[in-house]
T-cell receptor
Framework: GAGVSQSPSNKVTEKGKDVELRCDPI?????LYWYRQSLGQGLEFLIY????????KSGLPSDRFSAERTGGSVSTLTIQRTQQEDSAVYLC?????????????FGQGTRLTVV | GQSLEQPSEVTAVEGAIVQINCTYQ??????LSWYQQHDGGAPTFLSY????GLEETGRFSSFLSRSDSYGYLLLQEIQMKDSASYFC?????????FGKGTRLSVIA
């Protein structure tokens, strides 16, 4: 596609429910990243994929968070038993590779509100 | 692990020159990137430094010193539209780890 697409753009869910956030990267981009950004805060690294593999999952906040990527393309971030502190904007980015001088392109994010 | 430090806020007058510093700690360092994010928007790429020295792109320049684990973003002739958050990011064993960002406010 023309850019990184994330869906839904907004999600309101009740505490304790599971949510799935989707990211469609730019076609041909092998690296895909997930970040979490609370209001006025920085980008908290969650996980990145090189192809379908996730070499580094250390940023996932708890075992309620998981992510997968299939076919080297679409990725899904799943949050189980959501808590109010999970409320944030979840950003996805993709790049041609994960090495040197790789410009990452970001989606517009999914704003998650847990009530 | 990886960590980055940058000032949380900078305020400057329109037309001024602004320097935003970034220090980092990491292993397997490849380079330092800078991203801009306007309120409500997605981060967008500004520059990348893989080698020591200055990279210039229009009004924006970025500098890296690998030996000092230090870099900066230099914004010249700043304009109101430059009001945004600026993030440094390191590419290391884990690619693209971001600092907490510097909020630049440009005043008339």
């Amino acid at each position: 596609g023309a850019g990184v697409s994330q869906s839904p753009s907004n999600k309101v869910t009740e505490k304790g429910k599971d949510v799935e956030l989707r990211c469609d990267p730019i076609s041909g981009h092998t690296a895909l990243y997930w970040y979490r950004q609370s209001l006025g805060q920085g980008l908290e690294f969650l996980i990145y994929f090189q192809g379908n593999s996730a070499p580094d999952k250390s940023g996932l906040p708890s075992d309620r968070f998981s992510a997968e990527r299939t076919g080297g393309s679409v990725s899904t971030l799943t949050i189980q038993r959501t808590q109010q502190e999970d409320s944030a904007v979840y950003l996805c980015a993709s790049s041609l590779g994960s090495g040197m001088n790789t410009e990452a392109f970001f989606g517009q994010g999914t704003r998650l509100t847990v009530v | 692990g990886q960590s980055l430090e940058q000032p949380s806020e900078v305020t400057a007058v329109e037309g001024a020159i602004v320097q935003i510093n970034c220090t980092y700690q990491t292993s397997g360092f490849y380079g330092l990137s800078w991203y801009q994010q306007h309120d409500g928007g997605a981060p967008t790429f500004l520059s990348y430094n893989g080698l020591d020295g200055l990279e210039e792109t229009g009004r924006f320049s970025s500098f890296l010193s690998r030996s000092d684990s230090y870099g900066y973003l230099l914004l010249q002739e700043i304009q109101m539209k430059d009001s945004a958050s600026y993030f440094c990011a390191i590419s290391g064993n884990t690619p693209l780890v971001f600092g907490k960002g510097t909020r630049l406010s440009v005043i008339a």
